[in-house]
């Protein structure tokens, strides 16, 4: 398993209570998301992680859901100062797929998915 400095397994955890979380989460995606949070120089706050196909279904995740695989992170987010903040590092520690919502920003390293996007979504979840 990987170690982080800056998160704890609980934050990965699936919000259904079924206990799977952080080792489900692919060891490349948590290195990053750690590397992103060192550069970024500021707390990252998971809002969702790791879910389960079942509680992916509950929230309204699209069925092939890189949260479902390991590979996705919520990260709240409420100003544009920390959002700049974040989006620079997150990309700097070679995020590829980005997703800028009103209150969080999306990331994941889903090798299955496109490349090099940023996408924006008004509501729901990914």
């Known amino acids: 398993m990987v170690s982080l400095s800056h998160f704890s397994p609980s934050e990965f955890a699936c919000h259904c209570g079924c206990g799977a979380g952080m080792e489900r989460m692919d060891s490349g995606f948590l290195m ?13 706050v998971l809002s969702s992680a790791y879910r ?12 092939d859901s890189a949260h479902v695989r390991g590979y996705a992170a919520d990260i709240r987010c409420l100003s544009s100062h920390d959002r700049f903040r974040m989006l620079a590092a997150l990309m700097e520690a070679g995020f590829r797929r980005i997703e800028l919502a009103p209150t969080w920003i999306h990331v994941d390293s889903d090798p299955e998915k496109p490349q090099d996007v940023a996408f924006y979504q008004s509501g729901g979840t990914y």
Do not use: D, Q, S
């Open 52 to 63: 389960c196909p079942k509680h992916n279904r509950a929230v309204g995740g699209v069925e």
């Open 32 to 44: 990053k998301l750690e590397e992103a949070r060192k550069l970024a120089g500021m707390p990252f």
